[in-house]
């Protein structure tokens, strides 16, 4: 018995390389499309609590923060007081904001929140659609930063490098 390998193992070995890379080269092609489609924020309409619609459209020519947070999560707790904070420095600047309430948050926690934290910014509930427009989000908080073009400069999930943001904030809300 011999123990090289027979020659239809040989020639399959260069096919199952060739087909290996094409795969390869198919997922990075399909990741690079997925990831471009991504930078631009999707059309998209948010329900206020008010019952008003705004739609991403209706943002368009406008810097703004999509945050999607949700009354049971603890970092959300914890970042809203400096996602307030941060709104109130940037809207003499131009800043919008939208504060999107995950479908499983019930609306009565949430309007309880926004009621008694005074919230300043558009408060809007999701029946679990936006989130899905925006890239399946799931995890709370995770807020984009979209600029004047509709582009998301940034997507943080968790809470938010607040340094950071400010910076990204000046840079969007000066540019021309």
């Known amino acids: 018995m011999s ?3 027979s020659t239809a193992a040989r020639r399959a070995n260069p096919i199952r390389t060739i087909i290996i890379a094409v795969v ?3 997922i990075a092609i399909a990741g690079y499309f997925a990831f471009a489609g991504q930078q631009r ?3 998209a309409t948010f329900t206020l609590l008010s019952g008003q619609k705004v739609s991403t459209a209706d943002l368009k020519g406008k810097v703004y923060l999509i945050n999607f947070w949700a009354t049971s ?10 996602m307030v904070q941060t709104y109130n420095r940037f809207k003499g600047k131009g800043l919008e904001f939208v504060a999107v309430a995950m479908n499983y948050d019930a609306p009565m926690y949430v309007t309880n929140y926004t009621e008694t934290r005074q919230l ?3 408060v809007a ?15 709370t908080p995770t807020t984009f930063l979209v600029d004047k073009d509709g582009k998301i400069l ?4 968790g809470e938010p490098q607040f340094a950071e943001l400010d910076q990204l904030l000046e840079k969007a809300l000066n540019a021309v």
Do not use: H, W
Request: charged share 25%; with cysteine.
């Open 3 to 5: 123990s090289t390998p």
């Open 24 to 26: 390869a080269i198919a």
């Open 41 to 43: 924020v999707p059309d």
């Open 73 to 82: 999560c603890d970092t959300c707790m914890k970042e809203m007081p400096q």
């Open 120 to 122: 300043p910014f558009k």
């Open 125 to 139: 509930m999701d029946d679990g659609s936006v989130a899905k427009q925006f890239g399946n989000v799931q995890l």
């Open 154 to 157: 940034k997507r943080y999930v």
